[in-house]
């Protein structure tokens, strides 16, 4: 059968959200009318065998165009929820919306996440319209997000992405990307299905790689993200693991690409900047410095092995303050994280045993960041951010250096 053309896809992973996709789905059909009623457009739920009804309510979720101003459209959207192939996560929906974006010659996509509460559907014109009027072949997103929300991003990612890359995607693995028919293609071809981009490390695969293959790339804002978070001391182990692994295979991956990049620029920033109340979001740094405390006398001989002497001690020193007084300096932040992905390019390790031994490091570094900027809003604590970043681009030298 003749698979019919689509100009535009927008593609939803899923898996049990029940109780958040209707939302989405209804956003998304709304902006699709109001900002391309002329174009065809499809969405594409990517299930990965839901038990609580969620193919079903992407079928029927409905709203009420009159009320929000809506005519109808030339083409209305049309749905399919599809299963995936493959290892169960993330990364494997995205690559069955891949797939169908290819084989419909979608000209510009766009995935959102599932759980979202405060998506509207401005935010599919300000996905969509980037690829389609401004000809960018990724679009990476941009949220005002409560001070303790996304701690890997805050922590790792976005600092090491920066550092590396030298370009400023403040949210690298935000989970909504727009992204042109052509991306699309590249994302396809590429054989990484078996790895933890099938995972939670699909985000970071899909930045780093618009950015290494020199794609035109840019953000744009959102507003506030509002989703179900999860504690970092409780939930976040294996997305840690997935999302590092990733992160760190690609540093071996693009090595010519980064090593001679200095500094940092920003990308082009689309959007209207505003303010916007966020919903508080609970962290128990408590139970963060537990572990950390349990890693410095668990894991001694791995850290000692990777991190040396002189900054092991220091770590030694940090697990004896009391939490009250308890600060991680940035500085050795930065040169544990350029140790650990040393000690993955030396293969001193299996990678999985490596980064799984990064985690109470990574938990060390969160509770110290809570405890700073627990008195401030949040232009304080991004501007705590900011200055991390700047020991990661500043201390950029002592990776290359023990690259070989």
Same mark, same amino acid.
């Given at each position: ?9 927008? !593609? ?5 959200? *029940? ?18 009623? +002329? ?51 993330? !990364? ?15 000209? *510009? ?26 000809? $960018?072949?990724?679009?990476?997103? @941009? ?19 920066? *550092? ?14 727009? $992204?042109? !028919? ?17 995972? $939670? ?34 939930? @976040?182990?294996?997305?840690?693991? %997935? ?12 090595? +010519? ?32 410095? =537990?572990?950390?405390?349990? !890693?410095?006398?668990?894991?001694? +001989? ?6 040396? &002497? ?67 809003? %949040?232009?304080? *604590? ?7 970043? &700047?020991?990661?681009? =500043?201390?950029?030298?002592? @990776? ?5």
């Amino acid at each position: 059968m003749k698979t019919e053309k689509a100009d535009i896809l927008v !593609g939803i992973a899923s898996f049990n959200n *029940a109780g958040t996709i209707g939302h989405v789905v209804k956003a998304v059909d709304a902006g699709l009318v109001k900002y391309f009623p +002329d174009k065809k457009a499809i969405i594409v739920n990517s299930d990965g065998g839901s038990r609580d009804g969620t193919p079903d309510i992407v079928k029927t979720a409905t709203h009420d165009q009159a009320a929000i101003f809506l005519s109808h459209p030339v083409y209305p959207a049309h749905r399919i929820s599809i299963p995936y192939n493959g290892i169960p996560g993330k !990364g494997s929906a995205f690559r069955a919306i891949f797939r169908k974006a290819v084989e419909m010659k979608a000209e *510009a996509c766009c995935v959102v996440d599932a759980d979202l509460r405060s998506i509207t559907p401005e935010w599919v014109e300000l996905l969509l319209s980037p690829v389609i009027q401004n000809g $960018f072949d990724f679009v990476a997103p @941009l949220y005002n997000r409560h001070k303790y929300d996304g701690t890997i991003t805050n922590s790792i990612v976005y600092p090491l992405t920066r *550092a590396l890359y030298g370009r400023r995607i403040r949210q690298p693995i935000g989970g909504e990307f727009g $992204f042109s !028919g052509r991306m699309a293609d590249f994302y396809m071809s590429q054989e990484v299905w078996e790895s933890h981009v099938a995972r $939670f490390g699909v985000d970071i695969w899909m930045t780093t790689e618009a950015i290494a293959g020199d794609y035109k790339v840019c953000q744009t804002f959102l507003g506030a993200k509002i989703h179900d978070p999860k504690d970092p001391g409780s939930d @976040l182990a294996d997305m840690l693991l %997935q999302v590092v692994a990733t992160l760190f295979a690609l540093t071996e991956k693009h090595y +010519d690409k980064w090593k001679d990049e200095k500094g940092s620029s920003e990308v082009p920033t689309l959007g209207f900047r505003y303010q916007v109340g966020l919903e508080s979001v609970k962290v128990n740094a408590e139970k963060m410095l =537990n572990i950390f405390r349990a !890693g410095q006398e668990n894991l001694r +001989d791995i850290w000692l092995k990777i991190i040396g &002497q002189g900054d092991f001690g220091e770590i030694e020193r940090l697990s004896r303050l009391p939490d009250a007084s308890f600060k991680f300096p940035d500085g050795l932040w930065a040169k544990v994280v350029y140790d650990f992905i040393i000690a993955y390019h030396r293969k001193v390790m299996a990678p999985e045993h490596l980064i799984r031994s990064l985690v109470p490091l990574y938990l060390g570094k969160t509770a110290s960041f809570v405890l700073e900027v627990e008195n401030m809003e %949040q232009e304080g *604590a991004e501007a705590c951010i900011e200055k991390l970043c &700047q020991e990661f681009e =500043n201390n950029k030298d002592y @990776l290359i250096s023990n690259w070989k």
